[in-house]
């Protein structure tokens, strides 16, 4: 079956249950997903429910699609994203955004927990992404190239638009929110990287590492659609703390999501 038909089919399923006119998608990390509680008039959409959509397998992600208006547009919110570490391929990962795009979204926006590799940053800070490095030894574009998704070789010049990275930049001037701005890394998990690792990050350019966020990217630019990428720095990388654990990453999260849903709100509406 191609891309095209399963496509058809999640999106015909996806109108039967009275999801229409998306303009923006969100893509929630981790301990972020409650945003998506703040939804109005909610459509909620388990993934199991729907025609060859994956299922999260990570603690502290929902597994559900909502859609409904935040910030006064429509927006199709994935709480609980899919992650090449899961065993995923690329394509199955990155399948979310196709449906989006499939269902005219003209905009997306990702978030995500991550790790600071730039050593000015602290746990808590949220990061603008303003570039990325794939370093997860795969792409979700390799393999046959439809050509009404894309071109087979799309330019990744501005894969996070940078209007958009003005408007979130002038919204957390205004609130006083000192908002950092890097180049977030992928590397695949599911372990954390090593210190040499973290090294080798710092050294070509990257302030921030994770493990996701860059296939949907990828994809995202390939469809064509406009990308705001915002990270929360939970834990210093490798090496610059102690250890690396989980717990903390959610426990940071917690720590600053008021702040952090509040500016992806007030940035939603401005754009």
Partial sequence: ???????????????????ADVEFGLI?????????????????????????????TVVGHAGQLVYGTLSGKKVLALQGRFHYYEGHSMQTVTY???????????SVIVTNACGGV????????????????NFMGDNPLIGANEEEMGPRFPDMSEAYTLSYREVAKKIAEDKGLHLKEGVYMGFSGPTYETPAEIRFARTIGADAVGMSTVPEVIVAAHSG??????????????GMQKNLNHAEVVETTERVKVEFKSLVKETLAAL
């Fill in 96 to 106: 979310p955004v196709r449906v989006m795009k499939a269902l005219e979204a003209h």
């Fill in 1 to 19: 079956m191609t891309l095209t038909n399963k496509l058809q089919d999640t999106v015909q399923f996806m109108k039967d249950k009275g999801v």
């Fill in 225 to 238: 659609l406009k990308v705001l990428g915002i990270s929360c720095i939970t834990n210093l990388a490798a």
């Fill in 118 to 133: 730039n050593t000015t940053f602290t746990p808590g800070d949220l990061m603008l992404i303003t570039d990325q490095i």
């Fill in 28 to 56: 929630l990390g981790s301990g972020l997903g409650e945003l998506a509680e703040e939804i109005e008039n909610a459509i909620v959409i388990p993934y199991d429910e729907i025609p060859h959509f994956p299922v999260s």
